[in-house]
């Protein structure tokens, strides 16, 4: 066998193992637009015979979808800002010097990451209703989300920063630079495009997550995405297309970035989550 | 002040601004969180106390209580059932998946990364989907698998209490093996080539070289991976909330999310705060042998 027919045939087989792995993405828009007879068809069918596109306009109207994507957005960029404004400096000093203070921060910085976040929304509950900040319920949720993310945040920025020379700095103090100046215009600007996958993964998860959003925003008119589709599937619903058409106009952007970024967020992630 | 503002700028200050700012946030928010935790499983907390910091010390009666009931030992023993289930499946998924595409042909890399995908997903959506996949009479599962002869009846994956940890599980294997696979592809490109090249012309088979080679090599990697994926599983809330709830009657509950309901459904954030504490110290002696095993890796 030579190459090229290997390389074809592991192609294939790769092919299909990535249609196998996805085939649950593939039935959630497979389930969208199908009818409701259909949805429920023994045995049932891989290909919808009578699309319907309308449900998606339909969900969205009926689901009041609008404002749980808007809180979602809120929610998300609220994290983004705070964890990129605190974490980048915090990464940059962790990644330029190598004493045993650094090792301190970063071994403290790696147990904060790892706590669960079901587990700690009880005190975090507690404290922030005896301190009245569940009066701003986003708020709260945005500085929880903050707290239990950056870690991760600071971790793949810290691998950006070690990547840009140190030499670059040094020429900059030089020159004249004072050490803000060539923080601002010198290092920055290089590990630019580290920080922004990081952010962006960073929003990815902000936008999907469901503990704190469930516990502690009680108004519905406040309450994210994720909140809103819990909501939807009670124990015993039978409205599949609807559900997973809220599903589908949910995590398509995030697929869509997804797609459109996928090598950089994956060497991203590589290059900080083992290290 | 000057003397304070130049080093802001241009010194030792700047560096110490940058990072005590983030700590101290870090700190607060979760670091005074976890010793609020353990001292709120030493009280008696109910929705009149909630309000106030001073509420009666009850000693160890959390715990006397919480190990008293008759659902903590279940639920103990689903939590390790779902870790060890789910962590043995993610890894030999994912180490399969990783084995493949390390072969190297046109387009791995790209497709390698698709995978990637159920990762991104926010939980909830995953629940969705599989809890939809899942379903009894028309689960497209119990379709696949009555189809292929596995199965003669349909499996009541949801609401049988014999599957519904297993229903979760299944979902979880699927949301991390991707991750386990991506992280293991890591471990795989730093095992130098010329190993392979010296072993073959000495004669070792694929099989040979797998265990003599490939698998010592990735020590340090699956250890790494292996508490990583601990901690995740150990994380993981929301593919329970929207597949089973914990039900039926704690069939398919775990620790973390027992925790939750007993705080939220319950009210009881006492014994929230108990289990919690007895969780976290699990997931920090994981997260300790997680640095350790990427010790080397940290320092850079």
Not at chain 1, 31 to 38: A, D, L, M, Q, R
Request: charged share 10%; hydrophobic share 55%; with cysteine.
């Amino acid at each position: 066998m030579n190459t090229v027919s290997r390389d074809r045939l592991m192609l294939v087989i790769a092919i299909v193992l990535a249609g196998i792995y996805l085939f649950p993405l593939y039935w959630m828009y497979i389930t969208t637009i199908k009818s409701g007879s259909e949805m429920f068809a023994t045995p049932p069918t891989f290909w919808p015979t009578n699309p319907q596109w309308q449900i998606f306009g339909d969900v969205w109207q009926s689901r009041n979808m609008g404002r749980y994507i808007w809180n979602s957005l809120v929610i998300a960029c609220g994290a983004v800002i705070v964890i990129t404004v605190l974490g980048v400096g915090c990464a940059y000093v962790l990644a330029r010097y190598r004493n045993i203070w650094v090792d301190i921060g970063l071994f403290l910085i790696l147990m904060l990451q790892v706590l669960p976040a079901s587990l700690m929304v009880t005190p975090i509950f507690v404290g922030f209703s005896q301190i009245g900040l569940l009066n701003y319920p986003r708020l709260a949720v945005i500085l929880a989300i903050a707290a239990k993310s950056m870690p991760f945040f600071v971790v793949l920025v810290r691998a950006t920063f070690m990547s840009v020379p140190q030499e670059l700095e040094e020429a900059a103090l030089v020159d004249g630079n004072s050490r803000v100046g060539a923080f601002f215009n010198i290092i920055l600007p290089l590990a630019r495009n580290g920080i922004l996958v990081s952010a962006i993964l960073i929003f990815m998860q902000a936008f999907g997550e469901f503990v704190y959003s469930k516990s502690m925003i009680q108004a519905v008119e406040l309450q994210p995405a994720s909140v809103g589709l819990n909501s939807f599937m009670g124990p015993n619903t039978n409205e599949w297309n609807n559900i997973m058409a809220y599903a589908a106009i949910y995590v398509t952007p995030i697929l869509a970035i997804f797609v459109l970024l996928q090598r950089r967020i994956v060497s991203g992630l590589t290059s900080g989550a083992l290290k | 002040m000057k003397r304070f503002l130049s080093s802001m700028i241009d010194g030792r200050g700047f560096d110490i601004g940058l990072v005590s700012l983030p700590l101290a946030f870090l700190l607060t928010l979760s670091g005074l969180p976890l010793l609020y935790n353990i001292v709120m499983s030493f009280q008696e907390v109910d929705m009149f106390s909630l309000g106030s910091f001073w509420r009666p010390f009850v000693g160890l009666k959390n715990y006397r209580d919480l190990f008293a009931q008759p659902e903590t030992w279940p639920i103990l023993a689903n939590t390790a059932t779902f870790v060890i289930a789910s962590i043995a499946g993610q890894f030999l998924v994912g180490f399969g998946l990783a084995l493949f595409f390390w072969t190297n042909f046109p387009g791995a890399s790209w497709l390698r990364g698709l995978f990637l995908v159920s990762w991104v997903m926010p939980g909830l959506v995953v629940g969705a989907i599989w809890n939809w996949i899942l379903s009894g009479d028309f689960g497209v599962l119990n379709f696949i698998l009555r189809e292929s002869g596995l199965i003669a009846g349909n499996i009541f994956w949801r609401s049988d209490p014999g599957f519904s940890l297993w229903a979760v599980i299944i979902a979880n294997i699927w949301l991390g093996t991707s991750f386990n696979m991506i992280l293991m592809s890591v471990g795989l490109s730093a095992i130098p080539r010329d190993l392979y090249e010296a072993s073959e012309l000495d004669g070792a088979n694929v099989w040979q070289r797998f265990w003599t080679i490939t698998l010592p090599m990735m020590r340090s990697s699956i250890g790494a991976i292996i508490a990583l994926g601990l901690i995740f599983t150990l994380q993981q809330f929301d593919l329970f909330a929207a597949i089973t709830s914990g039900g039926p009657n704690n069939a398919s509950n775990v620790t973390q999310y027992w925790a939750w309901d007993l705080s939220f459904r319950q009210y009881d954030f006492a014994k929230g705060a108990t289990i919690s504490v007895i969780m976290i110290v699990f997931v920090m002696v994981a997260s300790v042998v997680y640095v350790r095993s990427t010790r080397h890796e940290v320092r850079g």
